[in-house]
């Protein structure tokens, strides 16, 4: 199973850029594997903003980031990155990198497809 760990977080205003990275340790990296970066705003539910398959660099993102954000991966340092920009007060939220083997498809965003997950990452944004 895949150790997943996150990092890049932090306290950005409105309108300003953050990356984030999930470095992957463990598990078969020969092996496709679909991972997502999810965030949890306080008192709401997880959701997945950024999805991407590691075998072909398959993308896909939600509606709330989509055009804000780019999902990417480097290959020789195990890491997925998420760029986020144009940052808004509602991007708020703790970040987590989640990661299965295998292609999720449509059910990218369904947190319970997931194996491993890493410890997340805060992000705030000052309006």
């Known amino acids: 199973q895949v150790q997943l760990a996150e990092s890049g977080g932090g306290s950005v205003q409105a309108g300003g850029s953050l990356r984030l990275s999930c470095a992957a340790s463990?598990?078969?990296?020969?092996?496709?594997?679909?991972m997502t970066w999810f965030r949890q705003a306080a008192g709401q539910e997880r959701d997945g903003v950024a999805f991407?398959?590691?075998?072909?660099?398959?993308?896909r993102y939600s509606d709330s980031v989509a055009g804000r954000a780019t999902i990417s991966q480097d290959v020789a340092k195990n890491t997925v990155y998420l760029q986020l920009n144009s940052l808004k007060a509602e991007d708020t939220a703790t970040y987590y990198c989640?990661?299965?083997?295998?292609?999720?498809?449509?059910?990218?965003?369904?947190?319970?497809?997931?194996?491993?997950w890493g410890q997340g990452t805060q992000v705030s944004v000052s309006s």
């Open positions: 989640a990661a299965v083997s295998g292609w999720l498809g449509d059910w990218w965003t369904h947190s319970s497809a997931y194996v491993s």
């Open positions: 463990g598990g078969d990296p020969h092996r496709g594997r679909s």
């Open positions: 991407f398959y590691t075998s072909d660099s398959s993308t």
